[in-house]
T-cell receptor
Framework: GESVGLHLPTLSVQEGDNSIINCAYS??????FIWYKQESGKGPQFIID?????DKRQGQRVTVLLNKTVKHLSLQIAATQPGDSAVYFC??????????????FGKGTHLIIQP | DTAVSQTPKYLVTQMGNDKSIKCEQN?????MYWYKQDSKKFLKIMFS???????INETVPNRFSPKSPDKAHLNLHINSLELGDSAVYFC????????????FGPGTRLTVL
């Protein structure tokens, strides 16, 4: 079946550096993409989202890039801080058609911030 | 105030037992969800529910059943628990638009012995 996945299970970066987390998706009909952050022992927390009619969206220290041609999504975190250490998931919702559909999550990337 | 809450936080039980996990949201949302996160951190939708419709992931065994006494609550009942049911279960809620953010609860870690 079609799925959303991540390239790297673990990413280690130095504090203060920028990090990039990648995600590949296979459903070309996907319309809406979200990045979630999950800290140890907690539930996923919304970071940023992007619709398929956009290529880039920026938040506070985070940027999401969407390349529909190669079905690739990335999350850039600027000037990483210790609190950024977590598992990051990309997720997508099905094409418009039902507001009650759940999210399809990728496998997750564990971001480790080295002091 | 906690937006989405779940009880209990931890649940340890024997195979074959029946158990329930409760979920409450105070966000005024009309759609709630249950997700299962396995030992490899993979999150998978189990159910989504609003006051009109229950959508069930076809891979979920019928031993699992959601029950919603009102819009703010969606409880998960599990019958005849099996070892493979051990996981972390997350409740979430959102408004009904498909681009509306889903807010997750803190999770319930279920261990079946």
């Amino acid at each position: 079946g079609e799925s959303v996945g991540l390239h790297l299970p673990t990413l280690s970066v130095q504090e203060g550096d920028n990090s990039i987390i990648n995600c590949a998706y296979s459903n070309s009909a996907s319309d809406y993409f979200i990045w979630y952050k999950q800290e140890s022992g907690k539930g996923p927390q919304f970071i940023i989202d992007i619709r398929s009619n956009m290529d880039k969206r920026q938040g506070q220290r985070v940027t999401v890039l969407l390349n529909k041609t190669v079905k690739h999504l990335s999350l850039q975190i600027a000037a990483t801080q210790p609190g950024d250490s977590a598992v990051y998931f990309c997720a997508e919702t099905p094409s418009p058609g039902g507001g009650a559909d759940g999210l399809t999550f990728g496998k997750g990337t564990h971001l480790i911030i080295q002091p | 105030d906690t937006a989405v809450s779940q009880t209990p936080k931890y649940l340890v039980t024997q195979m074959g037992n029946d158990k329930s996990i409760k979920c409450e949201q105070n966000l005024g949302h009309d759609t709630m969800y249950w997700y299962k996160q396995d030992s490899k951190k993979f999150l998978k939708i189990m159910f989504s529910y609003n006051n009109k419709e229950l959508i069930i992931n076809e891979t979920v065994p019928n031993r699992f059943s959601p029950k919603s006494p009102d819009k703010a609550h969606l409880n998960l009942h599990i019958n005849s628990l099996e070892l493979g049911d051990s996981a972390v279960y997350f409740c979430a809620s959102s408004s009904s638009g498909y681009t509306d953010t889903q807010y997750f609860g803190p999770g319930t870690r279920l261990t079946v012995l």
